[in-house]
């Protein structure tokens, strides 16, 4: 029922900056976690950011200091501030949301992934 859209994407030359959005739509019950995984070719999908209702964040060893993940007040809306970027940063990038098992909700786990956004950045 509810969709992610990310844009923001696009080429960048090293040291510059981008900001990711994600978007969901419809209509959202369940308590979830978002977040931003990267995947370049020949590569795994890695983990990239996360945000909980808390207000807490997490971010992978590699953009740490550098990305800063957010997200609006109605919680519909996720971004992911990329600067000082690297060419390692080149990747598609995905947003994620996570369902967690919530039993007085109504809850059960699942995850939701968006199409996906690319991003290039060059030396």
């Known amino acids: 029922q509810v969709q992610l859209v990310e844009s923001g994407g696009g080429s960048v030359q090293a040291g510059g900056s981008l900001r990711l959005s994600c978007v969901a739509s419809g209509y959202i019950y369940c308590p979830s976690v978002m977040s931003w995984y990267r995947q370049a070719p020949g590569k795994e999908r890695e983990f990239v950011s996360v945000i909980v209702s808390n207000g807490t964040t997490n971010y992978a060893d590699s953009v740490k200091g550098r990305f800063t993940i957010s997200q609006d007040n109605d919680k519909k809306t996720m971004y992911l501030q990329m600067n000082s970027m690297k060419p390692e940063d080149t990747a598609m990038y995905y947003c994620?949301?996570?369902?967690?098992?919530?039993?007085?909700?109504?809850?059960?786990?699942?995850?939701?992934w968006g199409q996906g956004t690319q991003v290039t950045v060059s030396s």
């Open positions: 994620k949301r996570e369902i967690r098992l919530n039993v007085t909700m109504g809850c059960i786990p699942r995850s939701q």
